[in-house]
């Protein structure tokens, strides 16, 4: 349905204004938001664009009625235009529930109850006079709208004629059609926004028309028993019976609604419409959230998060990784609390700082993934960004002043399954060595007698089987850059003595890895590696300039 500007009501305020207000932004941080949301509000009801995900709109307009609660004067906030035609009957909107218990709340008060899917489209009053289709406005502020009846008498979806003379009101919503739309992989695929663009337009062609759907959701003055209602709607050509089926208690409304959750639908849905069969007379119907009908949502695919700061990562190639500090929200039921970037490139195109407010989603249900900015503070402080040449493949193999991060990376992978396999040896086992003063080269845990206790006291056994990796492990735990199908001699001295060009005759081996590969046997760096390495017993890491002429 259209987004409907909600009116900060005294109860709604009173609610609110019992929550936290501690740790409120400054009111140029409010009055932007407000104004934000205003902009939202104005192209989506006046241009019929949606410049937002519908559930990052909703948690930004709650969160700015949590502060205007918390505020003595709200900023002004944008109100929709007029529509030019009233509705026979008005819309009422639908209040959300979120949760299990809302929804257990909600049924255990009420009888006769329906699920219907909360399709993801615009919302339509159509007016029949004598059977005959004679107006369509949509939803507007729910008492008026703007007047689609042109369009709508040409849209094949749309019942032009009633099987009977009569005069009658249909509510329901247009919605683009999708085939085989799984609601819980693609999400709402932007289908609202298409639908809402397409009605705002003068001219649809033949085939934007065609796929043009409409679901009816009620006959506000229809029989007043559901099943009737259906039966005629049925009657008359409508599919409404279809997606409205009887629910007993709250196990039935979970596995429809997880149903039309995970199964193919023609449309996007964006939650269930829970129904009383019974309602009101049409005559008392309000603009307004009605007791008789309430949607439960999906669990929301994005979040909306401020940034408290950013910090920059140094991985073990010397990439920088920009790390958003969030404040913690909820998302597919996980708590999160930072997110990347991705890379400082990235970074920097989206020019996030701390105070702006992000859309995050996850990707692959279990890595959260930065999208979008939403929001600006209004006071952006700069960020300390480190100096990107700086940093490479070949720095940071000690932990001087700003490489402890790249040379914890290099530990890290070093430790891995990737690298020398050291079972029970991770992250935190590294740490805990650097900050005990023990490490001020990528070797020194070789020497078992400088082990610190406080580390574990089966440390010295855990890093023991280190010893006996072969020299080919050894090379990929120090990061040697990949050498594509190249033979690889198990003797240094072969490999440090192979020229750029040696390198670019190997299968798999082009001129910026022959480059790098070079670079890394020679660096003075890595020689001392070699050296300790040759020190404690490795094969293949003594000097042997024999077998280097050799090769």
């Not at 399709?119 to 406005?137: H, M, P, S």
């Not at 959230?289 to 949607?295: D, H, K, L, S």
Request: proline share 7%; aromatic share 8%.
């Amino acid at each position: 349905m259209l987004r409907i500007w909600i009116t900060i009501s005294l109860c709604l305020a009173a609610r609110l204004a019992s929550a936290d207000c501690a740790d409120l932004p400054t009111k140029a941080d409010v009055a932007q938001l407000a104004e934000q949301i205003n902009q939202w509000d104005q192209a989506y009801h006046e241009q019929g664009r949606s410049l937002v995900p519908d559930e990052i709109y909703d948690q930004a307009l709650q969160q700015l009625q949590h502060w205007q609660a918390c505020s003595p004067a709200p900023p002004p906030l944008y109100q929709p235009r007029a529509g030019k035609n009233a509705h026979p009957i008005p819309q009422t909107g639908l209040a959300k529930i979120h949760s299990q218990a809302e929804a257990a709340d909600w049924i255990k008060h009420r009888a006769d109850l329906w699920i219907q899917p909360k399709v993801d489209g615009v919302a339509v009053t159509l007016e029949y006079r004598q059977g005959q289709l004679v107006r369509a406005v949509s939803r507007g502020d729910g008492w008026q709208g703007e007047d689609w009846t042109a369009t709508a008498q040409r849209l094949p979806a749309v019942l032009q004629h009633w099987p009977q003379p009569v005069d009658l009101v249909l509510q329901g919503e247009l919605y683009w059609r999708l085939s085989e739309h799984v609601q819980s992989r693609t999400g709402s695929a932007g289908a609202r926004s298409r639908i809402a663009g397409l009605m705002n337009r003068q001219q649809l062609t033949d085939e934007e028309r065609a796929a043009i759907g409409l679901f009816v959701w009620d006959w506000p003055d229809g029989p007043a028993q559901m099943t009737e209602r259906l039966a005629q709607m049925t009657q008359a050509g409508l599919d409404t019976a279809r997606y409205t089926l009887p629910i007993t208690d709250l196990r039935s409304a979970q596995t429809q609604r997880q149903r039309w959750f995970t199964e193919p639908l023609p449309f996007a849905t964006d939650g269930v419409v829970l129904r009383q069969s019974r309602r009101p007379s049409a005559a008392d119907w309000q603009a307004e959230t009605p007791y008789w009908a309430v949607a439960w949502k999906h669990p929301p695919q994005r979040a909306l998060a401020r940034v408290r700061d950013i910090e920059f990562g140094i991985g073990r190639s010397g990439r920088i990784t920009p790390v958003l500090q969030l404040e913690p929200v909820e998302l597919d039921g996980r708590r999160i609390r930072r997110v990347s970037a991705g890379s400082l490139q990235r970074w920097r195109e989206l020019d996030v700082l701390p105070g702006d407010r992000v859309s995050i989603r996850l990707s692959g249900q279990t890595i959260p993934q930065l999208e979008e900015v939403i929001t600006r503070a209004a006071d952006r402080s700069i960020a300390n960004v480190p100096d990107p040449a700086r940093y490479h493949p070949l720095s940071c193999w000690t932990p001087e002043d700003g490489c402890r991060d790249q040379f914890l990376a290099r530990l890290e992978w070093l430790g891995s399954a990737d690298g020398l396999d050291l079972a029970g040896v991770g992250p935190g086992t590294w740490k805990c060595l650097l900050d005990a003063g023990q490490l001020t080269g990528m070797l020194d845990w070789l020497d078992a007698q400088a082990l610190p206790p406080t580390c574990g006291t089966q440390l010295a056994g855990l890093l023991q089987p280190a010893t006996e990796r072969g020299f080919l492990q050894w090379l990929w735990a120090l990061s040697m850059p990949p050498s594509g199908d190249a033979a690889v001699p198990e003797r240094w001295t072969m490999l440090a003595a192979r020229t750029q060009q040696d390198w670019q005759t190997q299968p798999g081996v082009g001129p910026h890895r022959a480059r790098q590969l070079v670079a890394f046997f020679q660096h003075p760096e890595v020689e001392l590696l070699r050296a300790r390495l040759a020190a404690v017993g490795i094969d293949g890491f003594a000097e042997d300039r024999a077998n280097a002429r050799s090769e």
